[in-house]
């Protein structure tokens, strides 16, 4: 057994911050022994810093760390990122100057021509970028993001059938409260009522699924040519984003063809075994009314996408339903896969 490596955590106070915590107790490669946050909170111990919205009691082993300024220093090696997008892009690339290796959760540098926006099955390769971005920046830390929450649910259902070549897609999201963060959008705003605006989402969506179903060919990122259409929306859910898509192929498949693509998907984190990977990524459901957030969100410990009504589409060729977690393959679970991803690639070396 290898000892665990000391990790931290960058805005540990906040929800998605929270859910960091949550995910990494007990995790077999990682120790949290550091939590990062505003300036309000350092000194504090993380018990009396934190206002705890998650499922359960905060981790006896994190409460009484004491909370540092978000400055490299005294920080472990390895960071997970939950800063706010107001003040993300700075403390980042201070701790990749100062030689830490930051895996984040914030949108700021997802579309920068040389840092890895990662969904470990879809594109384990993107790591290639690693070094030509501390070439180019001139440090010895690095920069890896994961995507918006609803780009991975599409992407990974995208990318189990994107062997067949995708021309275009349009997709439809009804997400959870939970994405807008604590204390997210008004009760009296979003009870019995569907929010059809989410600022910047549809773009987000648009260009990041275009970068991580493309190529990373002689030092740069060529986004895949498909078109992607998107519309998002909030909805009364808790946890959970579910996603209507329809897809225009390049070839002639059949249903048993894109359902044998979902269930037997399979890629890097799978053969490899890493401990936060879903035996199976993408899961098909027949029933004729699944996935369902209430019901389906929380299997396979948030990490796997469900896909179901897989149907002919009479504008594009096929449609479909994907369902996954929000906070966990989303945000908290997708950050940790990807530090685990470069750990078996020996980029921590």
Not at 231 to 247: I, K, L, Y
Request: charge should be neutral; aromatic fraction near 6%.
């Amino acid at each position: 057994m290898q000892p665990k490596m000391e990790v931290g955590v960058l805005g540990a106070t906040g929800m998605v911050g929270q859910h960091f915590v949550k995910f990494l107790n007990g995790h077999p490669w990682f120790d949290l022994k550091w939590v990062g946050a505003s300036d309000r909170s350092s000194g504090k111990a993380y018990r009396d810093a934190t206002s705890w919205r998650l499922e359960g009691a905060m981790p006896a082993g994190v409460a009484g760390l004491k909370v540092e300024d978000s400055k490299p220093g005294n920080a472990p090696k390895l960071v997970f990122s939950a800063m706010d997008a107001s003040v993300a892009t700075e403390i980042e690339r201070a701790f990749a100057e100062a030689g830490h290796i930051v895996v984040s959760n914030s949108r700021n540098h997802r579309m920068e021509p040389d840092v890895p926006l990662l969904v470990p099955e879809v594109n384990p390769d993107h790591l290639k970028s690693i070094p030509l971005q501390q070439k180019n920046r001139g440090w010895k830390g690095q920069i890896a993001t994961n995507p918006n929450c609803s780009t991975v649910v599409l992407t990974l259902a995208l990318g189990a059938i994107k062997q067949f070549g995708i021309n275009r897609t349009v997709v439809t999201t009804m997400q959870a409260i939970s994405g807008a963060g604590y204390p997210g959008v008004a009760s009296m705003d979003i009870n019995a009522n569907v929010i059809p605006f989410i600022g910047n989402e549809e773009e987000k969506m648009e260009t990041e699924t275009q970068k991580i179903l493309g190529d990373f060919v002689d030092g740069a990122f060529r986004p895949h040519p498909m078109k992607v259409s998107a519309h998002c929306n909030r909805v009364p859910v808790v946890d959970g984003h579910t996603e209507t898509v329809s897809v225009e192929f390049s070839n002639k498949v059949t249903a048993a063809d894109l359902i044998n693509a979902f269930n037997s998907y399979r890629s890097v984190p799978q053969e490899r075994n890493l401990p936060s990977a879903p035996k199976q990524p993408v899961i098909y459901m027949e029933e004729p009314n699944r996935p369902q957030p209430r019901r389906d969100v929380e299997r396979e410990r948030g990490m796997a996408v469900f896909v179901g009504r897989l149907r002919p589409c009479p504008v594009f060729d096929w449609k479909f339903i994907c369902l996954g977690h929000n906070t966990v393959r989303g945000a908290a679970g997708a950050a940790v896969l990807n530090a685990e991803l470069m750990i078996s690639e020996g980029l921590f070396d």
